[in-house]
Each structure stands twice: as structure tokens, then as C-alpha cells.
Antibody
Framework: EVQLVESGGGLVQPGGSLRLSCAASGFTFSSYWMSWVRQAPGKGLEWVANIKQDGSEKYYVDSVKGRFTISRDNAKNSLYLQMNSLRAEDTAVYYC???????????WGQGTLVTVSS | QSALTQPASVSGSPGQSITISCTGTSSDVGGYNYVSWYQQHPGKAPKLMIYEVSNRPSGVPDRFSGSKSGNTASLTISGLQAEDEADYYCSSYTSSSTEVFGTGTKVTVL
């Protein structure tokens, strides 16, 4: 059974940093692109970033470029999102997702809440 | 990277059919067949319902169908059921090698 479990969320002050993790199991992690998607409270889904199987390609939404870094450790079946210079507008539930056929996000974690507030 | 445009809400009675539109540009929806649809119930993670415009993952009822014409994709739910009440989002691959989601549509079963 495919499982994705996010962790690392919490309350952080504006300008602070946080590192999210996503532990994957039930599939060959190193064979899939992986993504982070976020959802601000009461708002819609926003794609944040994705990373190729070997980490050689990474893409970001414009609003996080230069502040967030996506990475992965295939030996540990884990996906990460390093978030720096956090802003109030980064407050959201962050989901990790597996990219399957035709770049569709076919499996999702339960999400981890990041709150940026003083 | 503007969000794809969806109607804010759509409603229908049980057994009826409804269609949700998703309008983008030639740089996303119109340029690729990598359009997906997701269902999200309150407090839950999104669930993939349609991928590659019109394909259903295993386990998704065949009353869910997808299509695309030009820069607009559509999700049709036939034989609407109470459990279909949820938020629905489209997404598309883009020419920047990124992904963009739609603004979301709240489906209400009357």
C-alpha cells in the first residue's frame, strides 16, 4: 500500500525557517517524480515544487523561488522541503504527492500544517 | 503561473449530470493532454479522479468522465450522488515544466 507521511510542520515566526519531510513507503520511491502542494486555510490548492527521480531537475512556483528548496534522499525514501524567509502568506497545509502517469498526482499524504505568525 | 479558471460552485439533484469547466491557456491546458481532476472532501487530502484528460484511475466510478476542447477541460459527473458533494480541482502541466491548479469548484448535491 502506498503511503506518504508528512512531518515537520508547526508555528514559525515571519522570516524563520522550517524543514518539512515526507516519508514514502509501498512503492519504489526512486522511480517517481515527487511534488509538494499547499493549501492555505479555506483556499484552493497551489502547486509548490517538484523534483525528478534522481534529483537532477527541480521546479518551483514563482512565489517560493529563492526561498524554498526541494530535495530527496532515495536511500531513505524521503522527500524534503526546506523553507526559508517564511512569510505569513506561506501559512498552509503542505501535502507531498507522488507524480504518476501523465504527471498526475496519484497519491497524497495527509498534510502538515505550517503557520507563519508572530 | 496564473491559476486555471473554474466556476466557484455547481449544484445538481441526485441522479442528474453536472459539468465543471477548467479554462487555461495554450501554455497549459491547450498545449498538453496532461490535465487531471481531483476531489477533496472537507479536512481530507485530495484524491485523483481523472488523469490525462479522460482516464480514470482504478476504483473511480465510471460516472466521472473528462474531456478537453482547446484551452478548456471539463469534468462531468453523471448520476450525481450525495457522496459526490466535495470540492473539485483541475490541474495541468505547463510549458514551464511546472503544474498549475484550478481555482476550485464546490459541488453541492441538492
Amino acid at each position: 500500500e502506498v503511503q506518504l507521511v508528512e512531518s515537520g510542520g508547526g508555528l514559525v515566526q515571519p522570516g524563520g525557517s522550517l524543514r518539512l519531510s515526507c516519508a514514502a513507503s509501498g512503492f519504489t520511491f526512486s522511480s517517481y517524480w515527487m511534488s509538494w502542494v499547499r493549501q492555505a486555510p479555506g483556499k484552493g490548492l497551489e502547486w509548490v515544487a517538484n523534483i525528478k527521480q534522481d534529483g537532477s531537475e527541480k521546479y518551483y512556483v514563482d512565489s517560493v523561488k529563492g526561498r524554498f528548496t526541494i530535495s530527496r534522499d532515495n536511500a531513505k525514501n524521503s522527500l524534503y522541503l526546506q523553507m526559508n524567509s517564511l512569510r505569513a502568506e506561506d501559512t498552509a497545509v503542505y501535502y507531498c504527492a507522488r507524480e504518476g502517469i501523465a504527471a498526475a498526482d496519484d497519491y497524497w499524504g495527509q498534510g502538515t500544517l505550517v503557520t507563519v505568525s508572530s | 503561473q496564473s491559476a486555471l479558471t473554474q466556476p466557484a460552485s455547481v449544484s445538481g439533484s441526485p441522479g442528474q449530470s453536472i459539468t465543471i469547466s477548467c479554462t487555461g491557456t495554450s501554455s497549459d491546458v491547450g498545449g498538453y493532454n496532461y490535465v487531471s481532476w481531483y476531489q477533496q472532501h472537507p479536512g481530507k487530502a485530495p484524491k485523483l479522479m481523472i488523469y490525462e484528460v479522460s482516464n480514470r484511475p482504478s476504483g473511480v466510478p465510471d460516472r466521472f468522465s473528462g474531456s478537453k476542447s482547446g484551452n478548456t477541460a471539463s469534468l462531468t459527473i453523471s448520476g450525481l450522488q450525495a457522496e459526490d458533494e466535495a470540492d473539485y480541482y483541475c490541474s495541468s502541466y505547463t510549458s514551464s515544466s511546472t503544474e498549475v491548479f484550478g481555482t476550485g469548484t464546490k459541488v453541492t448535491v441538492l
